[in-house]
């Protein structure tokens, strides 16, 4: 079966489930999968938690990507976790595309090239941006070196970190959006802070459980 193509419950999808994983609009009978609503055919990739590829296929019931239970897309502006930072990236983790919080998270690299349009070069260029375990308002992008995980950026004055804590846990106020500041020990570090705008709704991330954070 062709992805994009229209189908109704009960029309037969796949001879065998095979290499796939079956997600949502399907069911499997005598080995066979089916169709269990009227949509559409999508095949979609993400790497798991021993970064091994999983083709995952599903029936959705709109072309309208807004209207699905959504993979992170182009375009998309996404609450992710910075995990790690290295040198050259940011491992993180995307959790939610606005309000819609994700069941699985998906593995993202955040390039120091996405930080910020003609940033010079720095020593440690991430430590001006984002820091381990802050939750960011990134956007997904494409990039031509990067084929296999889903590509960040915060360069645009909307996006940047939305919640950050200090060495003990503590909240880190916003003091401008360059800089934080630790409500336990006053000390500051520099954040790139995101210019939410007021009407953009963001998910209950902060009340969280999180022994990391």
């Known amino acids: 079966m062709i ?3 229209l189908v109704a ?3 037969k999808v796949l001879d065998g489930i095979g290499d796939y994983k079956m997600g949502n609009g399907l069911y499997e009978a005598n080995r066979r999968v089916y169709a269990s609503v009227t949509g ?3 095949v979609y990739g993400f790497r798991d938690k021993t970064d091994n590829l999983v083709q995952v ?3 959705r019931r709109s072309e309208n990507q807004l209207d699905n239970e959504l993979l992170p897309f182009n375009g998309a502006v996404v609450t992710a976790k910075v995990m790690a930072v290295g040198l050259r990236f940011a491992k ?3 959790i939610s595309i606005g309000d819609k919080v994700y069941k699985k998270r998906f593995s993202a690299l955040l390039p120091k090239k996405k930080l910020r349009p003609l940033e010079p070069e720095l020593s440690e260029p991430f430590k ?3 820091r381990p375990n802050d939750y960011i308002l990134a956007k997904v992008c494409d990039d031509a070196g990067i084929k296999d995980k ?3 950026s915060i360069a645009e004055n909307e996006l940047g970190v939305v919640l950050c804590r200090g060495k003990y846990g503590e909240p880190m106020q916003k003091v401008d959006w360059n800089t934080v500041v630790s409500t336990r020990t006053g000390r500051t570090e520099l954040r790139k802070m995101a210019k939410v705008p007021q009407k953009c709704m963001l998910p209950s991330y902060s009340n969280q459980t999180d022994s990391s954070a």
């Open 92 to 94: 993180c983790d995307i």
């Open 9 to 11: 419950p009960g029309d």
């Open 128 to 130: 001006n941006f984002v």
């Open 40 to 42: 559409y055919v999508n």
């Open 3 to 5: 992805s994009g193509t």
């Open 57 to 59: 296929i599903e029936v």
């Open 150 to 152: 889903f590509v960040l």
